[in-house]
């Protein structure tokens, strides 16, 4: 069985999100009696195929995130990281801590934590086709190109795409991306794949998977979370987590 990593990104700012100090961070907030981030871990580390699994948290986050999640952490088995000042910065630190056995990495959001068995299923299987696959959904909106408040053009929803994640590549190539990088402040990985001339492919993602940003979307995730496919409702894996609805398991 080819194995996979998994680097959960956990150490953005949440500056649209509002709040201050890291009990109101997005991801750490609860999301119906259990954290962003961990629902999201959740969704990985029991498959048989996730062989590590990386959390990246910001360094001023950390001793916080050890101390709140104490009773996870010693349940859960994680690699945590620090983060750096963006995104990019933060994956490569998880990179550098990959095992040389893995054949894969999937970089995922811990702000999307509405992601689906179903989903994780068929971009690993199009990664392990193609080296390269992340999930994405047609742009199905009109485009407005605006500059203030002053609309300049619309723009073609043509061939556009939303990306998600995951995002999924076989490893080397994650690590030349990133060991080729530069100065790129890139917001995905895809990208600086890319950047390599390496074609990337695109799996149909789900509009469930959607990424909390605001407090509207935490709300609206909380909605979501009564309508998700059944199979993607995970046995918990923390002693602590008996507030999960009984029907999931019945």
């Given at each position: 069985m080819l194995k996979f990593a998994v680097i959960i990104a956990a150490a953005g700012r949440s500056s649209r999100f509002g709040g201050?100090?890291?009990?109101?961070?997005?991801?750490?907030?609860?999301?119906?009696?259990?954290?962003?981030?961990l629902r999201s871990v959740e969704a990985f580390i029991n498959r048989a195929d996730v062989a590590q699994t990386i959390v990246v948290v910001s360094p001023e986050d950390i001793d916080w995130f050890k101390e709140k999640f104490a009773a996870n952490l010693a349940f859960l088995d994680l690699d945590l990281v620090e983060g750096g000042d963006e995104r990019?910065?933060?994956?490569?630190?998880?990179l550098a801590r990959v095992r040389s056995d893995i054949d894969f990495v999937a970089v995922h959001d811990a702000a999307r934590?509405?992601?689906?068995?179903?989903?994780?299923?068929?971009?690993?299987?199009?990664?392990?086709?193609?080296?390269?696959?992340?999930?994405?959904?047609?742009?199905?909106?009109?485009?407005?190109?605006?500059?203030?408040n002053r609309i300049l053009e619309t723009v073609s929803r043509e061939c556009l795409h939303q990306a998600q994640t995951p995002q999924v590549f076989r490893r080397e190539l994650l690590l030349d991306a990133y060991a080729k990088r530069g100065e790129s402040?890139?917001?995905?990985?895809?990208?600086?794949?890319?950047?390599?001339?390496?074609?990337?492919?695109?799996?149909?993602?789900?509009?469930?998977?959607?990424?909390?940003?605001?407090?509207?979307?935490?709300?609206?995730?909380?909605?979501?979370?009564?309508?998700?496919?059944?199979?993607?409702?995970l046995e918990a894996l923390s002693p602590l987590a008996d507030d999960r609805p009984k029907w999931l398991f019945s």
């Amino acid at each position: 069985m080819l194995k996979f990593a998994v680097i959960i990104a956990a150490a953005g700012r949440s500056s649209r999100f509002g709040g201050k100090g890291p009990r109101e961070k997005k991801v750490f907030r609860e999301l119906k009696g259990r954290a962003v981030w961990l629902r999201s871990v959740e969704a990985f580390i029991n498959r048989a195929d996730v062989a590590q699994t990386i959390v990246v948290v910001s360094p001023e986050d950390i001793d916080w995130f050890k101390e709140k999640f104490a009773a996870n952490l010693a349940f859960l088995d994680l690699d945590l990281v620090e983060g750096g000042d963006e995104r990019a910065e933060s994956v490569q630190n998880a990179l550098a801590r990959v095992r040389s056995d893995i054949d894969f990495v999937a970089v995922h959001d811990a702000a999307r934590p509405l992601i689906t068995k179903q989903s994780i299923d068929e971009i690993f299987k199009a990664a392990e086709e193609t080296g390269a696959a992340i999930l994405a959904t047609p742009v199905s909106s009109t485009l407005k190109r605006v500059n203030g408040n002053r609309i300049l053009e619309t723009v073609s929803r043509e061939c556009l795409h939303q990306a998600q994640t995951p995002q999924v590549f076989r490893r080397e190539l994650l690590l030349d991306a990133y060991a080729k990088r530069g100065e790129s402040t890139a917001t995905d990985e895809s990208s600086l794949v890319e950047q390599l001339g390496h074609p990337v492919h695109t799996v149909p993602g789900s509009h469930l998977n959607i990424k909390i940003t605001t407090q509207e979307d935490l709300r609206m995730a909380e909605a979501l979370l009564a309508v998700l496919p059944r199979e993607s409702a995970l046995e918990a894996l923390s002693p602590l987590a008996d507030d999960r609805p009984k029907w999931l398991f019945s």
